[in-house]
């Protein structure tokens, strides 16, 4: 596997995108995204686990669940959230609107929105952005940057991966919470991929993929309505079909390119100056090793500690006391940075100047052994800053 | 039951107290309080849930496990966790020395810390102080003041309720997290009583009373290993014994009197301008209407929301929908400040100038109504600032 120089989600073989300023929220912003498969494609997707789902993710979840799609239409500016049986005929109407343009059925388009909450989704401008959308194959930078809303970078990536039956590429472009504007916080990754794959196959690699990846990331452990991702495989790349059996090494591929993204979105959270990588190891079972790793990355202690390189780790240690994970006091070690502050429950000497030094940097890495098992997990997420608070203590309409 | 003016942890019949500046971290500050019945007295307790226990939080545990005790000693500066053996000897070293100034067995004194993790107990300087310490029944005040970290004002109150077997006073002392120096933050609340209590209804009494109050309570979610809640009774009201069938209304005085210091440290948060009081309502059960109530409170995207006095409802929702609690998105309602913003699912329209200028006040009321069974809770928390924020980056040695 090689990561493809100024790769896209438009770089496996049959996909074009374009997008449009359609005036959704804001004038001049470029908020709507198309992306189409020339062929149809195998689908698989994962959606938000909140309670509250947005309209799209209701209708993209059901089409999902057919395992197969042909394009995704996606705008930012508006989350179709909270807005009942009327949000999800907009989201129903906008899917439809993006078939009409492609000349597929209603069905084959999934759709996806970030935005305000509790507002309607202005279904004429989206028919009008979508008449000004040209599709072409080197419209996936632009895709990337449509669906940003205040992120500071758009997030992609393009893999080439060699797999038992021929070298296949996979592209993705993602969003994460930069939140300048109240409830822009989403979640939206894409992926595209020119091989021919199992759907069931598909689908049980990406929710294994984004378990440890990108459901490992908390910005400030609050979770959107319409967090969403999307795989499309098309088969261009001509390959036999990629199975359970076969498909070790694309699973690896799909699964760094959803850890790419994890840390792209962690590095870039709101206010975030540090992206912080939380390994716990020696854990009972997986499901431990992730609520601690979780539990640390997401504490406002911690965050704020590392946002002022502070080797404060009695917050650490607390935050894994309280995550619920199976622990010993006496037996949980912890490192930052490589250096270890704690063993087996007792304090260590170390050096406070040093350490404060090299939190400085911008990854900080924070390494938690509990010495009672041997599952591992890593999670990520970002120092908290002023500039988080200020960002999301003003409303902008 | 009416609160006494000017009340104390000393106002109960029977109680002294008494503070020193023992220079445990900070020269000249008052961090050591000691709190005496005058008689022997019951006790009861509740101790943190984080897995990562202080010393003081496991040797206390122990004894009031035997429900009875004939005072509390107490300091602020270190909070001998992660200490291990050596804590645990420390803590016990701590309640003699407290004991010997009493004539009191070792056992009848409780221990409670609050402060830096991970650093040892300067034995030396407690003993020193120990021996300055004057008891008397006006020093309630000092004690409360004695056990405060960066809490920004003392934290007490008294009561006198008149019992089916007469009249009792019921006093509390208690500290919040304000957390200027770093791992600061711990909860502790001291309750008298001159009553007369049967020991198990008052271990009962007390573990219902702390869940529907301080348990309730969410300035960060970071839970500390230091969590403490004592009530010492001590009888001195000569009072016919309260037990289960005759306490209805003691436990009503003493839930009261949680639920004052819950508001209290919820509103003494760290960088707290407001408090934040969460109501939740029509829930299926208990627990469902407590984990949604706590998920709101906890929430840094609505607790910089109505840092901001934003109403921006949707991140209470998103919140809620995170919870776990059991939802119908169709069926819930929101009201902000008594303003309803969203009925049965779908948004209503409203005053946005009106909402965010009541929204300006002291006190923000959130009221979540799921329409699904009868089950209700009240959480407390605070807004976000970037106070807490700049609180919490910097470590002060």
């Given at each position: 596997?090689f990561?493809?120089?100024?790769?896209?989600?438009?770089?496996?073989?049959?996909?074009?995108?374009?997008?449009?300023?359609?005036?959704?929220?804001?004038?001049g912003?470029?908020?709507?995204?198309?992306?189409?498969?020339?062929?149809?494609?195998?689908?698989?997707?994962?959606?938000t686990?909140?309670?509250?789902?947005?309209?799209?993710?209701?209708?993209?979840?059901?089409?999902?669940?057919?395992?197969?799609?042909?394009?995704?239409?996606?705008?930012?500016?508006?989350?179709?959230?909270?807005?009942?049986?009327?949000?999800?005929?907009?989201?129903?109407?906008?899917?439809?609107?993006?078939?009409?343009?492609?000349?597929?059925?209603?069905?084959?388009?999934?759709?996806?929105?970030?935005?305000?909450?509790?507002?309607?989704?202005?279904?004429?401008?989206?028919?009008?952005?979508?008449?000004?959308?040209?599709?072409?194959?080197?419209?996936?930078?632009?895709?990337?940057?449509?669906?940003?809303?205040?992120?500071?970078?758009?997030?992609?990536i393009?893999?080439?991966?060699d797999?038992?039956?021929?070298?296949?590429?996979?592209?993705?472009?993602?969003k994460?919470s930069?939140?300048?504007?109240?409830n822009?916080?989403?979640?939206?990754?894409?992926?595209?991929?020119?091989?021919c794959?199992?759907?069931?196959?598909l689908?049980?690699?990406?929710?294994?993929?984004?378990?440890?990846?990108?459901?490992?990331?908390?910005?400030?452990?609050?979770?959107?309505?319409?967090?969403?991702?999307?795989?499309?495989?098309?088969?261009?790349?001509?390959?036999?079909?990629?199975?359970?059996?076969?498909?070790?090494?694309?699973?690896?591929?799909?699964?760094?390119v959803c850890?790419?993204?994890?840390?792209a979105?962690?590095a870039?959270?709101?206010?975030a100056?540090?992206?912080i990588?939380?390994?716990?190891?020696?854990?009972?079972?997986?499901?431990?090793?992730?609520?601690?790793?979780?539990?640390?990355?997401?504490?406002?202690?911690?965050?704020?500690?590392?946002?002022?390189?502070?080797?404060?780790?009695?917050?650490?240690?607390?935050?894994?006391?309280?995550?619920?994970?199976?622990?010993?006091?006496?037996?949980?070690?912890?490192?930052?940075?490589?250096?270890?502050?704690?063993?087996?429950?007792?304090?260590?000497?170390?050096?406070?100047?040093?350490?404060?030094?090299?939190?400085?940097?911008?990854?900080?890495?924070?390494?938690?052994?509990?010495?009672?098992?041997?599952?591992?997990?890593?999670?990520?997420?970002?120092?908290?800053?002023?500039?988080y608070?200020?960002i999301?203590?003003s409303?902008?309409?």
């Amino acid at each position: 596997m090689f990561t493809i120089d100024d790769g896209q989600i438009t770089s496996p073989g049959g996909f074009t995108a374009g997008t449009a300023a359609a005036g959704i929220k804001y004038p001049g912003k470029c908020d709507l995204g198309l992306l189409a498969s020339a062929v149809p494609a195998v689908a698989a997707g994962v959606f938000t686990r909140n309670a509250i789902r947005s309209a799209p993710v209701q209708v993209s979840e059901r089409r999902v669940a057919r395992r197969n799609a042909g394009a995704v239409v996606v705008n930012s500016g508006c989350a179709n959230a909270c807005t009942g049986e009327r949000g999800l005929r907009d989201a129903e109407s906008m899917a439809a609107m993006a078939a009409a343009r492609l000349g597929l059925n209603d069905d084959d388009v999934l759709v996806a929105s970030t935005g305000v909450i509790g507002t309607f989704i202005p279904l004429d401008r989206v028919e009008a952005g979508l008449g000004r959308i040209a599709l072409h194959e080197a419209n996936g930078h632009s895709f990337a940057r449509a669906i940003m809303t205040t992120d500071t970078r758009p997030k992609e990536i393009a893999v080439a991966v060699d797999t038992p039956h021929g070298r296949v590429v996979i592209g993705a472009a993602a969003k994460g919470s930069g939140m300048i504007h109240p409830n822009m916080g989403t979640m939206l990754c894409f992926v595209t991929t020119d091989a021919c794959v199992d759907p069931v196959f598909l689908q049980a690699a990406l929710a294994r993929s984004v378990d440890k990846t990108l459901n490992m990331v908390s910005v400030d452990g609050d979770t959107s309505p319409s967090d969403t991702v999307f795989v499309l495989a098309n088969g261009v790349a001509g390959n036999e079909l990629i199975d359970e059996k076969t498909g070790h090494s694309f699973e690896e591929a799909l699964a760094f390119v959803c850890e790419h993204m994890a840390k792209a979105i962690a590095a870039d959270g709101e206010g975030a100056s540090k992206l912080i990588e939380v390994v716990v190891a020696g854990a009972r079972s997986i499901a431990d090793a992730r609520m601690a790793a979780r539990t640390v990355a997401s504490s406002p202690l911690v965050k704020a500690a590392i946002h002022g390189a502070d080797p404060n780790w009695g917050r650490i240690v607390c935050a894994v006391g309280r995550s619920e994970a199976a622990i010993d006091p006496r037996r949980v070690s912890l490192s930052l940075n490589g250096v270890p502050v704690m063993s087996r429950g007792m304090p260590l000497p170390f050096s406070e100047t040093d350490l404060r030094e090299s939190m400085k940097s911008t990854t900080v890495e924070v390494l938690v052994e509990l010495h009672l098992g041997s599952a591992a997990a890593t999670a990520w997420g970002c120092d908290l800053s002023a500039e988080y608070v200020s960002i999301n203590a003003s409303y902008t309409t």
